[in-house]
Structures are given as structure tokens and as C-alpha cells.
């Protein structure tokens, strides 16, 4: 109200000259003023609108770019964090409540064309030895510079611009409790990779990425990795055998507000020329393992709805190798994929929006297959070509802290029916 005076006592200070002429009457005065007042009140209401939706809007911004937006000068501090219950329908799935995860972002603006970002990673509340125990890991670290308006090089552990989850991970982004299975399990959430990148973005809303990047490891592909791809070969910047080397290609157009039209396609050797660090990578040396993966992906928003969709294969070769290696032996169906691929489709409706708050249904059908082809000799686990329905809801009481409830039902393997319940934040 003290800024309206303001502006109301400015006006009729600039005025006054104009209406002081006498053939102006007193009404025809009041009658401006209330004009330009009502104007006033128009303006102000609008910015505030176009400021709620900037905050609303903060879960469309991916980790490293959300943090860099809240660097005026300086250090700067942010993470965000996540504590989930999944309840199973069989007797024999253990039930699970799990401080999941909990980030801390620290990022150093040196000037205006230089700054540092990073990301710390705690997971499952503790640290301790064996596989039970937790883990204290770098998600991302890596310095970037502006060469240009728009163009910027980075160098340093980052997290790959593929699919929508690895790049936009905070809880309060994505529907759901867990992060969808097409995105854990065919694109690995969080990949992250060490290496040199130049991104660029222009004023019709394209987004262009290109890197050259370490590649993860074949040698560490085991007899439990097959339902999880190629997770498990991942180094995430770890003392990273660097033989051989990845490149990458992506791009997004953002021209529409609220849209979304993207893809990306990443290839590298795994096989590190029996220089990685399994136990028996030396059975490696002169094989050529190729990974490569790519995507396509569409996401909309507005008007309270949302919808998003994404296709994500992948191919690795010399998996007969492999599996040697890693003591598959003929006939297993532990076999490491010739073949992979994924998609789902969700949409979510905004039911409520008052303030702060929010509830948001969705609703998500996803199909996998993280064995959709192996070696010849070598058997398929009907239970990795998989089909989930997700149904569940999103409480957000303030745009960066939701509550989330959901049921998944999956059609291949009923034991991982379960219901979820978890909390999210991000600051």
C-alpha cells in the first residue's frame, strides 16, 4: 500500500501543471487520477503474478542452472533432499523408510564470466562398510566460463544433459516418490561423467550441448547388473580409467513457453582396453565395447496441465566378452544386453493453487526392457521386459517442499507392487 501513495503522490505531482487548467473541472481531475491509479493497481498485480510464476517455475530448471540463478555475488549455498516409505503388497519384499538422499550445492561466482559448481551427495543417512552401507559421493564439480553470451565451456564432473531426471533430479520436480523406472534404469540416474563441454543457448529458445567425456566401465559389469543396465558400470569420476573417451550431442528448443522438444545421443568404448578396474578386466584388452544410448523427449505445461513423454535405447557391443569377464557363464539369463529400451508417458492436472500451495494428481504408464536382446548362448529374464502404472499425488506445500503419495502396479512381476509415500525438499 506505502508503494501505491507513492506512485499515487508522484503522479499528481507530475500532473498537476496539466490539470491545473482551468477549463479542466474538478471531476474530470478526479477522474484521471483514478484512471492512472487503477493502471498503478493493474501493474503491480501483474508483476506479482509473473513473480509467482517464477517461482513456480523453479522446477523447470535443472540443478546446476536453478543454484547458478540464486548467485548475485560470491559463495552460495543450496541442495535439496529426500526421505521415502515404499510398503509392498508381497509378504516376502521388505518394507523400506529411507533418508534417501540429502545434497548440498556450494557454488563461487569469481566474476561474471567465471564460477564453480559443485554438489556433495549423501545417501541411505549414514556411511559404513559392505554393500548395506551408505554413501558420501560427488554428484557434480565442475568450473564453467562464459566465452560468449549465451556460450559457455565447462570442464570437470558433470552430470549429462540426457532425458529429463538426470539433469532434473530435486524431489519437488518430478511426479512420484521414486524417480520413474524408465530413467533409472535405462538412463541411470544420476550419470555423471568427467570431461570438457560447451553449451549453448540462442534467443529462439535452442539449447545446444556438445561434450567429450569419460565412459563408464564394461569390466564392472556383474552377474546382478542385467536388470539395471548399465548402471553398475558407472565410475561417476572415481579414479576414472581414461583409455578411451565418450563424446556426446544434444539439443532442446524452449521457443513456446512451457514447452519442451529435446533429444540427446551419447557413444564411447567401455572397454577401456583391459585397463579398467574389474577384477578381471585384463580379459578386455583389444575388445571394443560400445555403448551408445540416445533419447527423444516432449514435455508440456500450462494452464495447470502438464504432460511429458520420453523414449530412451541403447545398444553395447562385444557383450560375449563381457559376460566372460564378469563369470557369465552360457546359457545364464545374467547376460549383459545387446539391446535396451524404454518409454513412458505421464500427465498431471494442478487442482488446486492458492498461495503457496498445491495439489497435483498424475498419472504415468511406463514400458522397459533392460535385456530386450543378448549374445547368442545366452538366455532373457522374462522379468526385465517390464510395464508399470504409477498413480499418485503431489502436496506441495510451498513450490520447493512436496509431500507425495502413489501406487505402482507392475504387470510382469506382482512382487513390486507397492505403495509410496515420501517428502522432498530443495532450497
Known amino acids: 500500500m506505502s508503494q501505491l501513495r507513492s506512485c499515487f503522490f508522484l503522479l499528481l505531482l507530475l500532473l498537476s501543471p496539466l490539470i491545473s487548467n482551468a477549463d479542466q473541472s474538478v471531476n474530470e481531475r478526479i477522474e484521471a487520477l483514478e484512471r492512472e491509479l487503477k493502471e498503478l493497481k493493474s501493474l503491480l498485480k501483474t508483476q506479482a503474478e509473473v513473480q509467482k510464476a517464477q517461482q513456480v517455475r523453479l522446477d523447470e530448471q535443472p540443478s546446476s542452472v536453478g543454484y547458478a540463478a540464486s548467485v548475485q555475488s560470491g559463495t552460495s549455498v543450496g541442495g535439496y533432499g529426500e526421505i521415502n516409505y515404499n510398503n509392498f503388497d508381497a509378504a516376502s519384499q ?16 569469481f566474476n561474471e564470466r567465471t564460477r564453480m559448481m559443485s554438489e556433495i ?5 549414514q556411511v559404513k562398510g559392505g554393500d548395506s552401507g551408505g554413501e558420501v559421493a560427488m554428484e557434480q564439480a565442475y568450473v564453467e ?27 519437488p520436480v518430478f511426479h512420484g516418490v521414486e524417480r520413474n523406472e524408465v530413467e533409472t534404469r535405462i538412463i541411470p540416474s544420476t550419470w555423471r561423467e568427467l570431461g570438457f563441454s560447451i553449451n549453448a543457448r540462442t ?81 578386455l584388452a583389444n575388445v571394443d565395447a560400445t555403448l551408445t544410448i540416445w533419447d527423444i523427449h516432449a514435455k508440456y505445461a500450462g494452464n495447470r496441465f502438464e504432460f511429458k513423454s520420453l523414449y530412451a535405447a541403447g545398444s553395447l557391443s562385444d557383450t560375449s566378452q563381457i559376460n566372460a569377464s564378469a563369470g557369465i557363464g552360457a546359457g545364464s539369463d ?36 533392460t535385456q530386450k536382446s543378448v549374445a547368442p548362448g545366452f538366455s532373457l529374464d522374462p522379468l526385465n521386459d517390464e510395464s508399470v502404472t504409477t498413480l499418485g499425488l503431489n502436496w506441495y506445500v510451498h513450490p520447493q517442499v512436496v509431500f507425495k503419495l502413489d501406487r505402482q502396479v507392475y504387470d510382469v512381476d506382482a512382487n513390486k507392487d507397492r505403495t509410496n509415500v515420501g517428502i522432498g525438499w530443495m532450497f
Open 94 to 109: 521388505r518394507d523400506e523408510f529411507d533418508l534417501q538422499r540429502f545434497i548440498l550445492f556450494v557454488g563461487h561466482e
Open 334 to 369: 545374467d547376460a549383459a544386453p545387446e539391446d535396451f529400451y524404454g518409454w513412458y508417458v505421464e500427465t498431471a492436472y494442478r487442482i488446486y493453487d492458492e498461495g503457496d500451495a498445491s495439489l497435483v494428481p498424475f498419472i504415468r504408464y511406463a514400458e522397459y526392457n
Open 121 to 125: 551427495e549423501f545417501e541411505h543417512a
Open 145 to 171: 566460463h562464459t566465452l560468449t553470451d549465451g556460450l559457455n565451456f565447462r570442464a570437470g564432473l558433470q552430470i549429462l544433459p540426457i532425458g529429463f531426471i538426470n539433469e532434473y533430479h530435486e524431489p
Open 203 to 283: 534467443m529462439s529458445g535452442f539449447e545446444y550441448n556438445l561434450g567429450l567425456t569419460t565412459t563408464p566401465d564394461a569390466s564392472k559389469f556383474s552377474s546382478s547388473s542385467a536388470s539395471k543396465g548399465f548402471k553398475d558400470m558407472r565410475i561417476s569420476g572415481k579414479q576414472v580409467t581414461a583409455n578411451d573417451m565418450g563424446v556426446y550431442a544434444g539439443f532442446n528448443y524452449r521457443g513456446i513457453l512451457g514447452l519442451q522438444l529435446g533429444a540427446t545421443v551419447w557413444t564411447g568404448n567401455t572397454s577401456q582396453n583391459g585397463q579398467g578396474k574389474g577384477d578381471n578386466a585384463d580379459e
